[in-house]
Nanobody, 121 residues
Framework: QVQMVESGGGLVQAGGSLRLSCAVS????????MAWFRQAPGNEREFVAA????????KYADSVKGRFTISRDNTKNTLYLQMNNLKPEDTAVYFC??????????????WGQGTQVTVSS
């Protein structure tokens, strides 16, 4: 069984930075393409960024392109999301996901429990 635990969320002022981490265990990390999604209250879960199994390919939502960077360390079984120049509209619960290199929720079989990111104006 795959376990995924996010960390690194918190409260930050607009323009600030946060780095999210997602530790994966229970399966070989490099078996999976990985992604970050987010969900704000009252909204559907939306795609943020994805990275292929050996980091050859990445993909970003237009809303975060140029501000967020997804990366992974297969030796540490960990996925990262570096978030810079944060905006209040980035406020959401952020989830890591493991599956295929897709931009939609159903492309992923395994999910973390989420970490809250709050950006104040």
């Amino acid at each position: 069984q795959v376990q995924m635990v996010e960390s690194g969320g918190g409260l930050v002022q607009a323009g600030g930075s946060l780095r999210l981490s997602c530790a994966v265990s229970g399966r070989t990390f490099s078996d999976f393409d990985m992604a970050w999604f987010r969900q704000a209250p009252g909204n559907e879960r939306e795609f943020v960024a994805a990275i292929s199994r050996f980091a050859a390919s990445t993909k970003y939502a237009d809303s975060v392109k140029g501000r967020f960077t997804i990366s992974r360390d297969n030796t540490k079984n960990t996925l990262y999301l570096q978030m810079n120049n944060l905006k209040p509209e980035d406020t959401a619960v952020y989830f890591c996901a493991a599956g295929e290199f897709r931009v939609y929720v159903r492309g992923y079989n395994y999910w973390g429990q989420g970490t809250q990111v709050t950006v104040s104006s």
